[in-house]
């Protein structure tokens, strides 16, 4: 009997992963991809738009970034390794603006953020990124992966599996106690 609400509880969190996922999906073909990615990533977390000035120029700057990150893939040959290197830094500074939107809506949508400007929150996601970037890596490297093997998987269940990661990253450092020295 206790297996069975194991179960249940498992399947009710992958429904609710799909279901966050598809809001996500549906809000940036609503929106045509280029500027609604924001309003995408915040429709994961609840429900409305998201209140934050020149989201359509950064969620702009993003597409712009998967476009040529796309092209410059596709433009890799065997006896040319500049693309291949233009491609890595472009996948780099693509993977770095994915993580970037992911922080400014995690920040957006804490209590404490309501006070602050639209400059503030930037500038604090952007100094948010660098806490714990390894590991925000590894995932979205991880998804990459995930997306080569399993479009549909991958389309369903990576933005939200990561947007938890990050909020299960933000948890367990908020939690770690500041040790002050006493001499």
Not at 3 to 32: E, R
Not at 84 to 100: G, K
Request: aromatic fraction near 16%.
């Amino acid at each position: 009997m206790k297996n069975k609400h194991k179960i249940s509880a498992l399947v009710d969190g992958f429904y609710q992963i799909v279901k966050s996922s598809s809001f996500f999906w549906w809000t940036l073909l609503k929106q045509l991809f280029v500027y609604g990615v924001l309003d995408g990533l915040y429709a994961m977390k609840a429900s409305g738009r998201l209140a934050l000035q020149k989201k359509q120029l950064v969620s702009f700057c993003w597409a712009l970034f998967v476009v040529l990150t796309l092209t410059s893939f596709l433009l890799i040959k065997q006896s040319e390794p500049v693309t291949a290197v233009i491609f890595l830094a472009l996948l780099l500074l693509t993977s770095l603006a994915t993580i970037y939107m992911y922080e400014i809506v995690e920040l957006v949508s804490s209590s404490h953020a309501q006070d602050m400007s639209y400059q503030v929150v930037y500038a604090q996601a952007f100094l948010n990124i660098w806490q714990t970037i390894f590991v925000k890596f590894i995932f979205l490297i991880l998804g990459l992966f995930l997306l080569k093997l399993n479009l549909i998987l991958f389309i369903f269940v990576f933005p939200k599996s990561y947007q938890v990661l990050l909020i299960t990253i933000r948890q367990s450092r908020d939690r770690v106690p500041v040790k002050v020295d006493k001499s």
